[in-house]
Structure formats: structure tokens, C-alpha cells
């Protein structure tokens, strides 16, 4: 693909060499000649003195410093968000696979009682359960379950090895990636005096909003009564556990190996990053952002800060106690060395005394 035709593509502004061919992208530290790359996080900007890519694609107004170190010249596409162009070219350079024919293979099972929209593709072994729907244009790849009295919207995509439990309803344009289970049973249980446990019934439902994206591997519990919502444009990563009657926020997002306990409340447009913990039964703020492996244990009430530990505090007080604890060490070492004064003229002292 030549130069210019990308330019063009991305809206972007190009000088010299609108000519020269393009064949693949890669990251800025590994690129080669006849590649393009990209650089949109400062910390990157280091390589743009010794990367061999032949273009890059560059912040609007933007000088940067290490171009002038380069020993051999690189061609710059200007345009307005470097890293948004880079994820159109992907999509020009490298399409997405063929998906699934349009049409129900002969192994998949639906009963009568369920109905299917028009352009659906369901692969494979595909169950559906009693009195469920399938939208428009929706996807469900190999060896899905849908349950009895699930909906699923329009324009869905679903992998393979899906299980959606009974009365869930996931809506539009909503993905779930392999593995992930909707509406398994929310932990509980309740103790008995003679030390054993009766299981209490769950018999709430899972509503998943428009444009969600649910990764691999996920366990998304149920309600015991009501309903576990996650709220449109939430984005869950790989192996993430949500429990009964949590609430996740509008186009939150939450990374790798999270854990949600019950009834919890999750805001708006929060952050929470790969390892957290939270506790059942809080609230957290629209707009915050919880660092990785982060413990959170009680209400977070104030939106747009940032925590960090376990137990979490705000960031810039976590990061004073980080610091004091690196300290400990020499702290030591000088007290057990003040020590050994102190009985040096305690000592002293009491020799004195003496005579």
C-alpha cells in the first residue's frame, strides 16, 4: 500500500516520499524497512532514533527531539491520535478472519419454541434452550449453551464453549470470548449449628447491556434475587470473577484476574486494574481508578481518584508509605546502632556513679 493511500485512509498530512510502498505495521522497536509504525506514549519516543521502520505515524504539532539523532531519515504521516490511526490501518492490513456462514448447522439444536433473527450464523453443536431468541445478524460459534428464557440482541458475537444460563439477557453488539460462563450460581450458603452449609437459592438473572466485551474465562454469577448487571460498553477482560447482584458502571473496564464480591457497585467510566479485590456490599465512585492488586475494602465516595494497596488508599498516600517502608531496613540497622551506644554509656554512666 503506498504512503499516500494510508495518509489519505488515516486523515492524515504527509511531505516527502507519498511514494514509497508499505507492506506490513509493527510496534516502533521492532519495525523493519517497509513497515509502519506509530508512536503515541512519550516513553516511546526513544526509538524513533534507531527504529528501521520506513514511516511513522506522528502526533499533529507535535517536535520531537530524538529525530535529530536519527543517522538515516524516516518519513512522518502527521495525523490527530497516532495510536486510533494505527488500529484503522490493522484492519486494512490484516482483515478479520472469515467468520461463520450465515445459517444454523445441521448438529445445532433449537427447539420451536425459540426463535432466530434473519442473518444469524450458529455453528456446530450449538444448544438453545426453550423460549429463547437470537437477534439479527448474531454470531454463536461451535459448542455454545444457551439456556431456557435467554435473549440474545442483534449484531452479538459469541465464541465457542459459551455457557449462557436460563433468563439471561445479553443485548447488542455485546462479545463474549471462550469460556466465560453467564449466570452460573452465586456463592451462597448458609451455616447451620451443626457446621454444615444449606445452599441458598439463586434465582436472579444476568442482564448484560449493549456493546459489552467479555473476555475468556470469566464467571459472571446470577443474582440471588434481582439481577447482575453489567452496564453498556463495560469491557472485562480474561479470567474475571463478577458475583451475585454486583453492578458494573457504563463503559468501565477491568483487567485480568479481578475479583468483585456480591452487591457491590461499580461506577461509571472506572478503571480497575489486573489483580483487585473488592469487597461485597460497597460503592465505588464513577471515574476511579484502582492500581493493580489493589485490595479495596470499603465505600469509595469521591469520583476521579486513584487508589492503591491492601488495604487501598489514595495513591500520592500510598506512595509516602511505600517509601517509608524501603526505609525500614537502614531505620534498623541505626536503632540497633543507637542501642549499642546507649548501653555503651549506660555503662559509663554507672561506672561513674560508682565511684
Not at 74 to 88: G, H, K, M
Not at 161 to 188: A, K, M, P, W, Y
Not at 284 to 313: D, H, M, V, W
Request: neutral net charge; aromatic residues 4%; glycine residues 10%.
Amino acid at each position: 500500500m503506498k504512503l499516500r493511500e494510508i495518509s489519505a485512509f488515516v486523515k492524515g498530512e504527509i511531505g516527502d516520499g507519498a511514494d514509497i510502498e508499505i507492506n506490513h505495521l509493527a510496534k516502533i522497536e521492532e519495525a523493519q524497512p517497509g513497515d509502519i509504525t506509530f508512536l503515541s506514549n512519550p516513553k516511546y519516543s526513544k526509538y524513533l532514533a534507531t527504529t528501521q521502520a520506513s514511516a511513522i505515524l506522528a502526533a499533529k504539532g507535535v517536535e520531537y527531539r530524538e529525530l535529530s539523532l536519527r543517522k538515516t531519515p524516516i518519513l512522518l504521516i502527521r495525523v490527530s491520535d497516532p495510536y486510533i490511526a494505527f488500529l484503522q490501518l490493522i484492519e486494512v492490513f490484516y482483515p478479520k478472519p472469515n467468520s461463520l456462514p450465515v445459517g444454523v448447522h445441521p448438529t445445532a439444536i433449537i427447539p420451536s419454541t425459540s426463535k432466530v433473527g434473519e442473518g444469524v450464523a450458529i455453528g456446530a453443536y450449538v444448544v438453545v434452550g426453550e423460549n429463547s431468541s437470537i437477534g439479527r445478524n448474531t454470531t454463536i460459534w461451535h459448542g455454545t449453551v444457551i439456556g431456557d428464557n435467554v435473549d440474545v440482541g442483534d449484531n452479538a458475537l459469541i465464541y465457542p464453549n459459551v455457557s449462557i444460563r436460563e433468563q439471561c439477557l445479553v443485548g447488542s453488539n455485546v462479545i463474549i470470548h471462550s469460556g466465560t460462563v453467564v449466570g452460573s450460581d452465586g456463592f451462597g450458603f448458609a451455616p447451620k449449628p451443626d457446621g454444615t452449609y444449606d445452599k441458598i437459592p439463586q434465582r436472579g438473572r444476568v442482564v448484560i447491556e449493549n456493546d459489552v466485551e467479555i473476555g475468556s474465562n470469566c464467571s459472571i454469577d446470577r443474582a440471588t434475587l434481582g439481577e447482575t448487571r453489567i452496564k453498556r460498553g463495560a469491557k472485562i477482560d480474561n479470567l474475571i470473577m463478577i458475583a451475585h447482584n454486583v453492578i458494573i458502571g457504563e463503559n468501565t473496564v477491568i483487567a485480568a484476574q479481578a475479583g468483585i464480591s456480591g452487591s457491590t457497585k461499580l461506577g461509571n467510566n472506572c478503571i480497575v486494574a489486573g489483580q483487585v479485590g473488592i469487597v461485597g456490599h460497597i460503592q465505588i465512585a464513577n471515574k476511579t481508578t484502582i492500581a493493580a492488586q489493589s485490595g479495596i475494602s470499603k465505600s469509595i465516595t469521591e469520583e476521579r481518584k486513584t487508589y492503591f494497596g491492601s488495604p487501598a488508599l489514595e495513591i500520592a498516600e500510598m506512595r509516602r508509605i511505600v517509601v517509608a517502608e524501603r526505609q525500614l531496613p537502614k531505620l534498623l540497622t541505626e536503632i540497633e546502632s543507637l542501642k549499642k551506644r546507649l548501653e555503651e554509656l549506660e555503662k559509663i554512666l554507672k561506672g561513674e556513679s560508682k565511684k
